[in-house]
């Protein structure tokens, strides 16, 4: 699923604001001016750091009303954001009637799709950035949807095969090329399938933006496909967009907020095919094991290898067809990593890693440069440096064909491991390699 930078504004500033967005505001406004962050203030009402940044989103649906006098009470605002969020209920109240009794004779995007009423955004408007603010895309025929699709496909295959650096670009250009289609008029079918293929390349844009560190447009994209997927009332694409956003979360502000993110792409899991709920388990597991969290790690990998065990491709969704045995193994193997080094057992991981290595093929180099270098990684911390130094070496090799600033972390992790083992002729010379500022700067352009 995917990014972008940059793009025309959907609505103008000069549109209607709603209740709810101006509660939105008044909440930000607050906490600035209590000079406290969004972690600070989810501590301090016992609530995670995704509700807060809920509700300072202005295309967000309404907080509970228990999350806003919670607000109401930490940031000291004598009840004006209670009020001003009881008035954004009415507002909302009046706005579902209006558009109630307007169903029947209107063919606007989105008002047949059976959307998700959990979602955390209004979906009767686009978010910004995606949309002209003028003009319609007219008429979606099944042929629209098929060139998106074709589209994604040449993204998702750009970034497998040469990182994030190559694909970004090109991927954010076709998205913004495509996402004015969602405002077109189309039958139900067509129209939900055009959503989802939407919200797919959105998912890829935003991963290619991810692999080489543009975290805001990571962010960005990532919003938009989940909008997407809940437009469409899309379990599966939810599920997927969400997972995404727990991997970006793990690597940017720690595994905590993956933990929740991952929990909540798991909420209707009966309408999740068995390989969706395999990869959701695979991560949840990566995320408790960097909680430190053993015992339960275990019985998430356990449980996820249940699942890929009941696997029927034939059912599962097209963004999907990544997570075959060999992604399975590699997500599951380095989920096992952090219990392995607990237990000073490689047995308990690096098995299933060299299983995935051998099964990475042409079509997935990234996944299997990422493979070999946390094999080596775990390899010098707890097995033979020389081995290790070995598998640094193929590593470092694929890598210089891919652009990724999480391959290039990931190499640098590797160079701190063999710092105990520099005696050993082979590692010094992986770590001289590792280290060398001319050898690295490929990996990340």
Same mark, same amino acid.
């Given at each position: 699923?995917?990014?972008?930078?940059?793009?025309?504004?959907?609505?103008? /500033?000069?549109? @209607?604001?709603?209740?709810?967005?101006?509660?939105?505001?008044?909440?930000?406004?607050?906490?600035?001016? #209590?000079?406290?962050?969004?972690?600070?203030? &989810?501590?301090?009402?016992?609530?995670?750091?995704?509700?807060?940044?809920?509700?300072?989103?202005?295309?967000?649906?309404?907080?509970? @009303? *228990?999350?806003?006098?919670?607000? /109401?009470?930490?940031?000291?605002?004598?009840?004006?954001?209670?009020? !001003?969020?009881?008035? &954004?209920?009415?507002?909302?109240?009046?706005?579902?009637?209006?558009?109630?009794?307007?169903?029947?004779?209107?063919?606007? @995007?989105?008002?047949?799709?059976?959307?998700?009423?959990?979602?955390?955004?209004?979906?009767?408007?686009?978010?910004?950035?995606?949309?002209?603010?003028?003009?319609?895309?007219?008429?979606?025929?099944?042929?629209?949807?098929?060139?998106? =699709?074709?589209?994604?496909?040449?993204?998702?295959?750009? %970034?497998?095969?040469?990182?994030?650096?190559?694909?970004?670009?090109?991927?954010?250009?076709?998205?913004?090329?495509? &996402? @004015?289609?969602?405002?077109?008029?189309?039958?139900?079918?067509?129209?939900?399938?055009?959503?989802?293929?939407?919200?797919?390349?959105?998912?890829?844009?935003?991963? #290619?933006?991810?692999?080489?560190?543009?975290?805001?447009?990571?962010?960005?994209?990532?919003?938009?496909? !989940?909008?997407?997927?809940?437009?469409?009332?899309?379990? *599966?694409?939810?599920?997927?967009?969400?997972?995404?956003?727990?991997?970006?979360?793990?690597?940017?502000?720690?595994?905590?907020?993956?933990?929740?993110?991952? %929990?909540?792409?798991?909420?209707?899991?009966?309408?999740?095919?068995?390989?969706?709920?395999?990869?959701?388990?695979?991560?949840?597991?990566?995320?408790?094991?960097?909680?430190?969290?053993? +015992?339960?790690?275990?019985?998430?990998?356990?449980?996820?290898?249940?699942?890929?065990?009941?696997?029927?491709?034939? *059912?599962?969704?097209?963004?999907?067809?990544?997570?075959?045995?060999?992604?399975?193994?590699?997500?599951?193997?380095?989920?096992?990593?952090?219990?392995?080094?607990?237990?000073?057992?490689? *047995?308990?991981?690096?098995?299933?890693?060299?299983?995935?290595?051998?099964?990475?093929?042409?079509?997935?180099?990234?996944?299997?440069?990422? $493979?070999?270098?946390?094999?080596?990684?775990?390899?010098?911390?707890?097995?033979?440096?020389?081995?290790?130094?070995?598998?640094?070496?193929?590593?470092?090799?694929?890598? =210089?064909?891919?652009? $990724?600033?999480?391959?290039?972390?990931? !190499?640098?992790?590797?160079?701190?491991?063999?710092? =105990?083992?520099?005696?050993?002729?082979?590692?010094?010379?992986?770590?001289?390699?590792?280290?060398? +500022? $001319?050898?690295?700067?490929?990996?990340?352009?």
């Amino acid at each position: 699923m995917t990014s972008g930078e940059g793009g025309p504004t959907i609505e103008s /500033d000069r549109r @209607p604001s709603t209740v709810a967005a101006q509660l939105a505001r008044e909440v930000r406004r607050l906490r600035k001016e #209590a000079d406290i962050s969004q972690r600070v203030l &989810a501590s301090m009402i016992g609530y995670s750091r995704q509700y807060v940044t809920m509700t300072e989103w202005e295309d967000s649906n309404l907080p509970s @009303p *228990e999350v806003i006098a919670a607000i /109401d009470n930490a940031l000291e605002a004598n009840g004006a954001l209670i009020a !001003l969020r009881a008035q &954004a209920d009415g507002d909302r109240q009046s706005r579902r009637r209006t558009a109630a009794t307007s169903l029947a004779t209107t063919d606007e @995007p989105g008002k047949s799709l059976t959307a998700n009423v959990f979602s955390p955004f209004n979906l009767e408007a686009v978010p910004a950035g995606y949309v002209p603010e003028l003009g319609c895309a007219g008429a979606v025929a099944w042929s629209d949807v098929e060139q998106v =699709k074709e589209a994604t496909r040449r993204a998702a295959t750009a %970034e497998n095969l040469h990182g994030g650096g190559s694909a970004n670009a090109a991927a954010s250009q076709q998205l913004y090329a495509f &996402a @004015p289609l969602v405002r077109g008029r189309a039958a139900p079918d067509t129209r939900r399938a055009l959503f989802e293929a939407v919200g797919n390349l959105s998912g890829v844009a935003a991963f #290619a933006a991810f692999d080489i560190a543009d975290f805001a447009t990571a962010d960005q994209h990532s919003r938009f496909a !989940l909008w997407c997927a809940d437009a469409a009332g899309s379990w *599966e694409l939810r599920a997927s967009t969400l997972a995404d956003m727990a991997r970006m979360a793990a690597y940017t502000s720690g595994a905590d907020n993956a933990l929740s993110l991952i %929990e909540l792409a798991q909420v209707r899991s009966d309408r999740l095919s068995a390989t969706t709920r395999a990869m959701l388990s695979a991560l949840r597991a990566q995320f408790l094991a960097a909680l430190g969290r053993t +015992d339960e790690t275990l019985a998430e990998v356990s449980r996820s290898d249940n699942y890929f065990a009941d696997s029927m491709p034939g *059912e599962d969704p097209p963004w999907m067809c990544y997570y075959d045995e060999a992604e399975h193994l590699g997500s599951t193997g380095k989920a096992l990593i952090p219990v392995a080094l607990a237990r000073n057992q490689m *047995e308990l991981a690096a098995p299933r890693i060299g299983q995935a290595i051998r099964r990475q093929g042409q079509s997935y180099p990234r996944s299997r440069t990422f $493979s070999l270098t946390r094999l080596a990684t775990l390899t010098m911390r707890i097995g033979d440096p020389k081995e290790a130094a070995k598998l640094g070496m193929q590593a470092m090799t694929h890598a =210089k064909a891919i652009h $990724s600033q999480r391959i290039r972390d990931e !190499l640098q992790v590797l160079s701190r491991a063999s710092i =105990k083992h520099l005696a050993i002729p082979e590692v010094n010379g992986l770590y001289s390699v590792l280290t060398d +500022d $001319s050898e690295m700067s490929a990996v990340s352009k």
